[in-house]
């Protein structure tokens, strides 16, 4: 089965390179790697939330917003999906702050629907816990983003 890895022996150190990736000297550049930096995933799951915001919202599902900011909400994290990334660390900062509120509102929600009753294969349900799911996986990620930039400024 191929991976895509080959292993060069240099000086008796063993690096692994991409054999698929590009020569260095084609002119396209290269993205760096920072150390405990989560932001595309937090990026996919901002996306996945906003998909299903309007997803929901267009059949629908009961949420815990209205139809106008079900849409302001979706924009908000398409938005800020695409301003992330590993060199302006304020936008974790509201990445956080994000995840918290989405966490909190369809977490919420969510339990609010199960506890009066709403089924398990009832829509308004399985949305707004998808959505506080991602919520949450988000809020994992981007706090662990924002604990690696503390600790490398500590570490360095």
């Known amino acids: 089965m191929a991976t ?11 690096q692994w390179y991409n054999c698929f990736m590009p020569p260095e000297d084609d002119g396209i550049p290269y993205r760096k790697s920072a150390p405990h ?4 995933t937090v990026r ?16 629908g599902a009961r949420l815990p917003l209205s139809a106008a900011d079900a849409i302001a909400v979706a924009v908000v994290l398409a938005v800020a999906a695409g301003i992330t990334n590993p060199e302006q660390r304020w936008i974790h900062w509201t990445n956080e702050v994000i995840a918290i509120l ?4 369809f977490a919420g929600s969510a339990i609010g629907n199960w506890r009066a009753g709403v089924g ?3 829509p308004s349900y399985l949305f707004t816990e ?3 799911l991602l919520s949450l996986a988000s809020l994992y990620f981007t706090t662990k983003t924002i604990r690696g930039f503390l600790l490398r400024a500590h570490l360095s």
Not at 4 to 10: A, E, P, S
Not at 37 to 40: F, L, R, S
Not at 44 to 59: C, D, E, H, N, P
Request: avoid cysteine.
């Open 37 to 40: 930096y989560y932001g595309d």
């Open 44 to 59: 996919m799951l901002f996306v996945s939330a906003a998909v299903l915001l309007i997803v929901a919202a267009t059949t």
């Open 102 to 105: 989405g966490t909190l509102v």
């Open 130 to 132: 998808i959505i506080s």
């Open 4 to 14: 895509g890895k080959i292993i060069l022996r240099n000086y008796g150190v063993a």
């Open 120 to 122: 398990i294969t009832d």
